[in-house]
């Protein structure tokens, strides 16, 4: 799947403990994201990171915490996992413009992973 | 506040007939766009896009067309085939960033 593992696939934790998720790409590209896709709301951005050590803040990040310390792995960190946190989290990684050989901005989806907080 | 909406949240169409998905955008900022396919248990795949300086872009089976006065893209699958039933999400991005901002989906179910 273009190079972009995600882990793991499935998790099953309870209200208050931590959780990590994580990302790793053998594409080498700069950008990563972290999104969750709930009913009823698409797809909403989490986290991305535009490098090594730079992240900033989607529409849903509270809650969340990233790190990228290698440019291959994106870690999202739920500090004390909540009900509401239950969702299926999709990692993408682009090339930025010109990441593309057409030159198209393109996100390049992981297969998920499924999180369910009891 | 959601900057992409799908209105429709689910569409049935005969097999060969042509299948029509609305997309709207609040965010006069955005200058890209994206339409991508997802079936259950799988992550989404890019299916085709547009720029702003264009209105109009083919692949195949797949055109997707904006009105950027209008604020809306449109993707047309003709004809439409059983293996196309997924759900479909529009995004959209500013031209010069790299944030993409999805829609709600909207699910398409292909009848043979």
């Known amino acids: 799947d273009a190079g972009i593992t995600q882990s793991p696939r499935h998790k099953v934790t309870e209200t208050g403990t931590p959780v990590t998720l994580r990302c790793h790409q053998t594409?080498?590209?700069?950008?990563m994201y972290w999104y969750r896709q709930d009913p009823g709301h698409g797809l909403r951005l989490i986290h991305y990171?535009?490098?090594?050590?730079?992240?900033d803040k989607g529409e849903v990040s509270d809650g969340y915490s990233v790190s990228r310390s290698k440019t291959e792995d994106f870690l999202l960190t739920l500090e004390s996992a909540t009900s509401s946190q239950t969702s299926v989290y999709f990692c993408?990684?682009?090339?930025?413009?010109?990441?593309?050989?057409?030159?198209?901005?393109?996100?390049?989806f992981g297969a998920g992973s499924r999180l369910t907080v009891l | 506040d959601q900057q992409v909406k799908q209105n429709s949240p689910s569409l049935s169409v005969q097999e060969g007939r042509i299948s029509i998905l609305n997309c709207d955008y609040t965010?006069?900022?955005?200058?890209?766009f994206l339409w991508y396919k997802k079936y259950p248990a799988e992550g989404p795949t890019f299916l085709i896009s547009i720029s702003s300086i264009k209105d109009k872009n083919e692949d195949g089976r797949f055109t997707v067309f904006l009105n950027k006065s209008a604020k809306h893209l449109s993707l047309h699958i003709v004809p439409s085939q059983p293996g196309d039933s997924a759900v479909y999400f529009c995004a959209a991005s500013p031209l010069t960033g790299n944030q993409f901002y999805f829609g709600t989906g909207t699910s398409l179910t292909v009848i043979p």
């Open positions: 990171s535009y490098g090594v050590k730079d992240t």
């Open positions: 965010n006069s900022m955005f200058d890209y």
């Open positions: 594409e080498n590209h700069r950008y």
């Open positions: 993408a990684i682009s090339g930025g413009s010109g990441g593309n050989p057409s030159g198209a901005n393109v996100l390049t």
